[in-house]
């Protein structure tokens, strides 16, 4: 194999920088697909990134050598397969030419100078996301599912799971009572029957 052949795969090479972020984003499994045959977009907070592997937070995982196409914010469009299965998630190596890898390692040098830099909110309600990114949603029929928060506020939080309850649906969010108001590619947003205290908000989230 030439070196440049070696451009287009993933190796693992400690040198890389990584950079421990938190930035939104979808994906899709080429093996989970909806009624109609199109492949269905998840969400996931990117929570470790390289010019060559992106350690993405979900709430659907996938197996070994299972193929995605993600789209992160800031960083755009990634492609390449699971090479580490984690707990609640994932690592997927990056395929991509030099020239792409080079932009991209551009992209994550912006993230490292930039990433705690407080950032103007002009939404009504300071939208955020949690410490801890997962939560569980009891269903009307008392059924739990593991879920990824994306961003809350104190008035409703969006998320993502693997089945997505429709649209008027009565849920509870950790220990927090919503109702699902939209849907989103990628997940699901609910708002709240009442509004949170900013302080305590992030210890409802989790169930018990």
């Known amino acids: 194999m030439s070196a440049d052949d070696d451009d287009v795969v993933w190796v693992d090479?400690?040198?890389?920088?990584?950079?421990?972020?938190?930035?939104?984003?979808?994906?899709?499994?080429?093996d989970?697909?909806?009624?109609?045959?199109?492949?269905?977009?998840?969400?996931?907070?990117?929570?470790?990134?390289?010019?060559?592997?992106?350690?993405?937070?979900?709430?659907?995982?996938?197996k070994l050598g299972d193929r995605i196409i993600a789209d992160i914010e800031h960083l755009g469009k990634l492609e390449g397969p699971i090479i580490r299965v984690l707990e609640r998630g994932f690592v997927m190596g990056?395929?991509?030419?030099?020239?792409?890898?080079?932009k991209l390692a551009a992209k994550i040098e912006w993230l490292q100078k930039f990433k705690d830099h407080d950032q103007s909110d002009q939404r009504a309600e300071r939208r955020?996301?949690?410490?801890?990114?997962?939560?569980?949603?009891?269903?009307?029929?008392?059924?739990?599912?593991?879920?990824l928060v994306?961003?809350?506020?104190?008035?409703g939080a969006a998320l993502s799971a693997a089945a997505v309850p429709e649209v008027g649906t009565v849920l509870a969010v950790g220990k927090i009572v919503g109702r699902v108001v939209r849907h989103f590619e990628g997940g699901f947003a609910v708002q709240f029957v009442e509004r949170q205290s900013p302080d305590e908000i992030e210890k409802k989230l989790v169930p018990k």
């Open 150 to 155: 994306v961003d809350l506020s104190v008035s």
């Open 13 to 30: 090479r400690r040198e890389d920088v990584r950079v421990i972020v938190s930035i939104a984003g979808i994906f899709s499994l080429a």
């Open 94 to 102: 990056i395929v991509a030419t030099a020239q792409e890898r080079e």
């Open 128 to 147: 955020f996301a949690p410490t801890n990114p997962y939560s569980q949603i009891m269903l009307p029929d008392g059924s739990t599912q593991t879920c």
């Open 32 to 62: 989970r697909r909806d009624m109609q045959g199109e492949r269905r977009v998840f969400s996931c907070q990117a929570v470790n990134v390289s010019p060559r592997a992106v350690a993405l937070a979900s709430a659907v995982n996938g």
